[in-house]
């Protein structure tokens, strides 16, 4: 079973940088694809950044291209996403996702995270 749990959101300026963290309480994070979404009031949610098993390949929206960076431990069963130089437009709830036995993120992952508040002030 996969249980995710993320940390890590808050409130910061313009320009400052954040680091959320995804736990997964389960048995089978290294054979899974992880990824991070997020959703702005008002919008639907939108992918951000997603990582392959290994952690050899890593995605990421056009949008944070540059500024997010995703990695992930998996002797810690931990997936991290990196945001700088952010943005008042960053500001959302970020949701971590995982992609059970596959090595890539789809659009419909299987698993959700609760979500972690992001809010960037200009």
């Known amino acids: 079973q996969v249980q995710l749990v993320e940390s890590g959101g808050g409130l910061v300026q313009a320009g400052g940088s954040l680091r959320l963290s995804c736990v997964d309480s389960g048995r089978t994070f290294s054979s899974n694809a992880m990824g991070w979404f997020r959703q702005a009031p008002g919008k639907e949610r939108e992918f951000v950044a997603a990582?392959?098993?290994?952690?050899?390949?890593?995605y990421y929206a056009d949008s944070v291209k540059g500024r997010f960076t995703i990695s992930r431990d998996n002797a810690k069963k931990t997936v991290a996403l990196q945001m700088n130089s952010l943005k008042p437009e960053d500001t959302a709830v970020y949701f971590c996702?995982?992609?059970?036995?596959?090595?890539?993120?789809?659009?419909?992952?299987?698993?959700w995270g609760q979500g972690t508040q992001v809010t960037v002030s200009s």
């Open positions: 990582i392959s098993r290994s952690g050899g390949s890593t």
């Open positions: 996702a995982a992609e059970a036995n596959r090595n890539v993120v789809t659009t419909r992952p299987h698993y």
